[in-house]
């Protein structure tokens, strides 16, 4: 953490370096930083926090040996016709601000952990496509109204929660997923829901 324009040189002296952590660095040249990292063959945990996107996307597929990402971007991206970020990563935590947008996951085929928490996305693309996935997180993202139906494809899916997202119903179809075990529908809207059986969800009032 701190205002820098470009890393420390300093890090080249951690050849063993897997954990890095970037934020509040609002001149970083992310266009040549990716390339930098490029000098750590064991880097596998990278969290990011920058206001433009763009130049994360960009970079972010130049490493290939990354287990985890997290990426924050407190900037609204506005009228976005789509988004897709491409990594090999296995866990990935997104918070976005993409208003009006759609976010495409299809660049992800390796990630068993998503979250994608507090982003103003419009729609979900390509989340049929990750095969891998077994837990997914889209925690306080009050423009979803409904559970995206893509995710019904996905085989090895035990967790998905949605916590405080504006779910107007719970799709029977939930119940047809054959390894989903554990579902977060809290605060969404004005009801509760009530597991009534192996496969299926009732609606309640409070």
Do not use: W
């Amino acid at each position: 953490k701190g205002s820098f324009d470009k890393c420390p040189e300093l890090l080249l002296r951690c050849p063993e370096l897997y954990n890095l952590k970037i934020s509040d660095s609002p001149n970083m040249d992310f266009e040549h930083f990716f390339d930098y990292l490029l000098q750590f063959p064991k880097l596998e945990h990278l969290s990011i926090q920058h206001n433009n996107l763009e130049e994360i996307i960009t970079g972010i597929s130049k490493l290939k040996n990354l287990d985890s990402l997290e990426i924050k971007c407190t900037e609204v991206i506005d009228n976005a016709d789509k988004i897709q970020l491409k990594s090999n990563v296995k866990r990935a935590k997104f918070t976005l601000k993409i208003k009006n947008g759609n976010f495409d996951l299809s660049g992800l085929p390796h990630v068993s952990r998503l979250s994608i928490n507090d982003s103003d996305i419009h729609k979900f693309i390509g989340i049929d496509t990750l095969s891998n996935l077994r837990e997914l997180n889209l925690d306080n993202n009050e423009t979803l109204t409904e559970v995206p139906s893509a995710i019904y494809s996905l085989p090895k899916l035990k967790n998905l929660s949605m916590y405080s997202c504006k779910i107007l119903s719970v799709p029977v179809d939930l119940g047809k997923m054959p390894r989903l075990r554990h579902v977060n529908f809290s605060y969404a809207q004005k009801y509760e829901y009530e597991h009534v059986g192996k496969s299926s969800y009732r609606r309640r009032r409070r």
